[in-house]
């Protein structure tokens, strides 16, 4: 919230001046959008490709913390994180819905913000902003977003589907966002203590971007197509690697072996690690918003996916009967569930 | 909150447990559903259809007061305000996606009354719920719907297309849930002043049902299509009459004359807006939350119209410089914005 610009109470725009100026600069960039915001509904059409739809809410102190989130930062990461969902079908993202709810201490510049980030996202990933609602709330801010993208009836790929020596890949490296959060709350903690001392965030620029400006893998799908694979399972990973990884397995019905030493990881994020004294592989499992993507892909299209600098195989599907396992380094197999590595973090 | 069940904290059950939980009982009704909840995304074929999208963010102490509205009467009323906007596009909803965020004093208990009301609004409307998400808030509760319908190209109708000449029609009648809210907030403060007292609610059941359990004119599609007319221009009236006028003739570039004694309203309206000193008028114009279509016709499908009892010809549009005018019971023209009736309740 720029100190050197006017504020602007919401109240004297009213909701659909609100409206009008946070949407005047939306452009709509795609066929299958017919209408956008300013009525009832949005109409689009997405002639014979199916329809892929997913949603997410944020609620300020349990999702971000504007503490150490600029804005437009927020506004962009919800929209990356909503898309990364329909990418995670094997699917491509075309429009989208934003609904926010904010309290009285938020001018109308702040809420510019906000959008600035929307938009900047919507134009990054080709996507159209067709609707939502900008409404009151007693305390802070929640955002909504519904993402709707389009797919092919037979390349869209779902959680269930992954088979006994199917190939686990993922994409980029993991634990870096995790990690950026880490580094963050640490000097919002200093800082909170000390409001004079400067944070220190200088050389982690990579895990501090993915915690604040994480991007979907807008290329994957492309990518797949190229070279001719549809994956067995798919999923994305908001959660962390172990809690994507059972809920491929619990989906497919089928176990798996995660090799410790295969999975990729970023210096800094390994670094970083270090000076919590956190074991990297924790930040990998658990630590969550890497926005990447796990999938599994059949053992004969091993050859067409060896070479490929996007992916990482960083292990196998299994009978279900031999468990989710993390083979170490040291070559014990752990129990991903025994180990606490669940979703609740 | 019943205070006879067991309550469970919603902790004890984590998200995916409580998604679970409160998703068991879905079934899917829809042949456009392909893939329902439990992936990243849900899966729809609209084949030769194009698509409709709405949505709604809902907060407590703004949009509703959990003090006299019982959880299972917001779930439905929640679902209900979204797929209004479907048929205000005159168009057929099919799918929601339903995203919640909640604070630590609601049980697991309580958000199946929520699901409950829900769920019977999506067997009444013939609607699937295909996604969502569950999160927790700092305070209160936050409820996000985002409605998905079909139309046909042809008969899909917008804000924007009214012409002047053209009779403005409305379902129903008006003013009845702004009156039931009054009421219900008027036995609110005596009880919080006197928790003994019991309050006087009898002989309002039309109103207090207006307000507490809203229905959408699913029947309003069909009706049309069987008297063979296309509005030239529809909205759903969820801010008040003037609002939804003010709407049309700004998306349509018209005016409008409005007659007072064609405003359809009931008896319990008229007598509790006496107990209150509020002229009815006002509160059909400005109360809202209705969820009655107002749409306007070729004055050519007169005859078709004239007759049917599901609609009532309130006024006629007009050029655009001859202003939006409220032509009262005595006969003179009031321009309606010069009465301050405008959205901002």
């Given at each position: 919230?720029?100190?050197?610009?006017?504020?602007?109470?919401?109240?004297?725009?009213?909701?659909?001046?609100?409206?009008?100026?946070?949407?005047?600069d939306?452009?709509?960039?795609?066929?299958s959008?017919?209408?956008?915001?300013?009525?009832?509904?949005?109409?689009?059409?997405?002639?014979?490709?199916q329809?892929?739809?997913?949603?997410?809410?944020?609620?300020?102190?349990i999702?971000?913390?504007?503490?150490?989130?600029?804005?437009?930062?927020?506004?962009?990461?919800?929209?990356?994180?909503n898309?990364?969902?329909?990418?995670?079908?094997?699917?491509?993202?075309?429009?989208?819905?934003?609904?926010?709810?904010?309290?009285?201490?938020f001018?109308v510049?702040?809420?510019?913000?906000?959008?600035?980030?929307?938009?900047?996202?919507?134009?990054?990933?080709?996507?159209?902003?067709?609707?939502?609602?900008?409404t009151?709330?007693?305390?802070?801010?929640?955002?909504?977003?519904?993402?709707?993208?389009?797919?092919?009836?037979?390349t869209?790929?779902?959680?269930?589907?992954?088979?006994?020596?199917?190939?686990?890949?993922?994409?980029?490296?993991?634990?870096?966002a995790?990690?950026?959060?880490?580094?963050?709350?640490?000097?919002?903690e200093?800082?909170?203590v000390?409001?004079?001392m400067q944070?220190?965030l200088?050389?982690?620029?990579?895990?501090?971007?993915?915690?604040?400006?994480?991007?979907a893998?807008?290329?994957?799908p492309?990518?797949?197509?190229?070279?001719?694979?549809?994956?067995?399972?798919?999923?994305?990973?908001?959660?962390?690697?172990?809690?994507?990884?059972?809920?491929?397995c619990?989906?497919?019905?089928?176990?798996?072996?995660?090799?410790?030493?295969?999975?990729?990881?970023?210096?800094?994020?390994?670094?970083?690690?270090?000076?919590?004294?956190?074991?990297?592989?924790?930040?990998?499992?658990?630590?969550?918003?890497?926005?990447?993507?796990?999938?599994?892909?059949?053992?004969?299209?091993?050859?067409k996916?060896?070479?490929?600098?996007?992916?990482?195989?960083?292990?196998?599907?299994?009978e279900?009967?031999?468990?989710?396992?993390?083979v170490t380094?040291?070559?014990?197999?752990?129990?991903?569930?025994?180990?606490?590595?669940?979703?609740?973090?």
């Amino acid at each position: 919230m720029s100190k050197e610009r006017n504020q602007t109470s919401v109240s004297e725009l009213g909701e659909f001046g609100l409206i009008d100026r946070l949407t005047k600069d939306v452009e709509i960039k795609n066929e299958s959008t017919i209408e956008g915001i300013g009525d009832d509904a949005a109409v689009l059409d997405y002639k014979d490709k199916q329809v892929v739809v997913s949603t997410d809410l944020l609620t300020e102190g349990i999702h971000f913390n504007l503490m150490y989130v600029p804005l437009k930062h927020l506004g962009y990461k919800a929209v990356v994180v909503n898309i990364s969902d329909i990418y995670a079908m094997n699917a491509i993202p075309k429009q989208i819905t934003v609904s926010i709810a904010v309290s009285g201490k938020f001018s109308v510049e702040a809420l510019e913000d906000l959008y600035a980030g929307i938009n900047l996202a919507c134009e990054k990933y080709n996507v159209d902003l067709v609707g939502g609602d900008t409404t009151s709330s007693l305390t802070g801010l929640v955002i909504s977003i519904t993402a709707i993208g389009e797919g092919q009836k037979e390349t869209i790929v779902k959680r269930a589907g992954a088979k006994p020596t199917d190939l686990l890949c993922v994409t980029g490296d993991l634990g870096g966002a995790y990690m950026g959060l880490q580094l963050l709350e640490r000097e919002n903690e200093v800082f909170k203590v000390n409001p004079k001392m400067q944070p220190k965030l200088a050389g982690y620029d990579y895990i501090l971007e993915r915690q604040l400006k994480p991007e979907a893998r807008q290329d994957v799908p492309a990518i797949l197509k190229k070279l001719g694979i549809v994956p067995t399972s798919m999923i994305d990973i908001s959660d962390g690697l172990s809690s994507e990884i059972m809920h491929l397995c619990k989906n497919s019905g089928v176990g798996c072996s995660l090799f410790e030493d295969k999975v990729p990881m970023d210096n800094q994020t390994k670094q970083m690690a270090e000076e919590f004294s956190i074991n990297p592989i924790v930040a990998a499992l658990n630590g969550g918003e890497d926005y990447e993507l796990l999938f599994t892909i059949s053992l004969d299209d091993y050859e067409k996916i060896k070479n490929d600098p996007d992916f990482t195989i960083i292990g196998h599907m299994t009978e279900a009967s031999e468990g989710i396992n993390l083979v170490t380094n040291a070559g014990s197999a752990i129990p991903l569930e025994a180990q606490g590595w669940n979703h609740d973090k």
